[in-house]
């Protein structure tokens, strides 16, 4: 669901299948349930952050709130296929909650979660434009309605103010469910883990 | 690469907007003072930083991104390898009015 690749990685494409896997997603999406991808449509969205030295801000890609990015589909038979790129702000770091005050990424000894307020945590599980450019992003993001809140935290690690440009390119993928029978008989299709299958 | 010239005056003058999704850089900086005495010239950078912890309804914040004097009648030129960022608007305001004292801005938008 959340994944971070060494490439760019590639789209779903129609006639493609995912698998929801690791747990149950939603009242509707359960673990195991296989769809088919019917369209794709391809959405760029960019946004900036000026930051402060020593700050952070949050940003939340749900669609819950009027402040949110609005980065979940509204629909029940959607599936956004987001890949995140970066550009500007060198020193600026990220960190993904989902959902908020949850830390996605973090090594299992228990006072080793990420926190941008504490030098010795700053530097733990953080994404930067080195790790994912504007141009060749490698962070891969599915969302789907009524999904927990995805948040990044974006912090400025730097020593002067900073612009940070997101640029999101959505795949708007329109899905089928595909019944027990027929999925039995896939065997290619992409794997969509549940954030706390890894977590 | 773009450039804009403006004239010295003591009101900021706006050299150029960058917009919302990309970085300004300026690359080159050149001021020609023909005017009877010494000019300083200061680039700022205007621009409104977005809500965060310590500053949750931020008001537009101005810094100063370069100042340089230039003699009466000199010429000054700097090609600045590792340039200049600005994030908003750039500005240039100048110590005194000087029709005679032109700053040319050569600039990227990245």
């Known amino acids: 669901m959340i994944k ?12 493609h299948y995912v698998k929801f896997t690791g747990k149950d997603f939603t009242d509707y999406i359960y673990e195991g349930d296989m769809f088919r991808i019917d369209k794709t449509q391809q959405i760029i969205y960019e946004q900036a952050i000026i930051l402060p030295p020593g700050d952070y801000t949050q940003l939340d890609l749900s669609s819950e709130t ?11 038979e959607t599936l956004y296929e987001i890949l995140v790129g970066l550009k500007g702000g060198k020193d600026m770091l990220i960190y993904i909650q989902v959902p908020a005050g949850k830390f996605f990424a973090r090594l299992e000894k228990p006072e080793l979660f990420p926190n941008p307020t504490v030098p010795q945590l700053r530097y733990i599980s953080t994404i930067d434009v080195d790790t994912t450019p504007y141009k060749e992003p490698k962070l891969r993001i599915h969302t789907i309605k009524d ?3 995805i948040i990044f935290i974006v912090y400025n690690d730097g020593s002067d103010y900073e612009k940070l440009i997101f640029r999101f390119l959505i795949n708007k993928c329109k899905i089928t469910r595909v019944s027990p029978e027929e999925a039995a008989r896939i065997d290619v299709y992409r794997e969509i883990e549940h954030y ?4 | 690469m773009a450039s804009v010239v ?5 009101t900021p003058q706006t050299a150029f907007t960058v917009p919302l999704n990309k970085v300004g850089k300026i690359k080159l900086l050149e001021i020609d003072n023909q005017e009877a005495s010494a ?4 680039i700022l950078d205007v621009f409104t930083p977005t809500p965060s ?3 949750p309804s931020p008001t537009p914040v101005t810094v100063t991104r370069k100042v340089v004097t230039v003699d009466a009648g000199g010429l000054y030129t700097e090609k600045i390898d590792g340039y200049i960022e600005i994030l908003g608007v ?5 110590s005194a009015v000087g029709a005679n004292c032109n700053i040319t801005v050569c600039y990227d938008f990245e």
């Open chain 1, 4 to 15: 971070l690749f060494t490439e760019t990685p590639s789209l779903l494409q129609p006639r």
């Open chain 1, 66 to 76: 009027t402040t949110s990015l609005g980065l979940y589909p509204t629909s029940i």
């Open chain 1, 147 to 149: 999904l927990e809140p």
């Open chain 1, 196 to 199: 706390e299958a890894v977590r």
């Open chain 2, 6 to 10: 403006v004239s010295a005056n003591t």
């Open chain 2, 39 to 42: 000019i300083t010239i200061t």
């Open chain 2, 53 to 55: 912890a310590s500053d």
């Open chain 2, 90 to 94: 750039c500005q240039v305001v100048a």
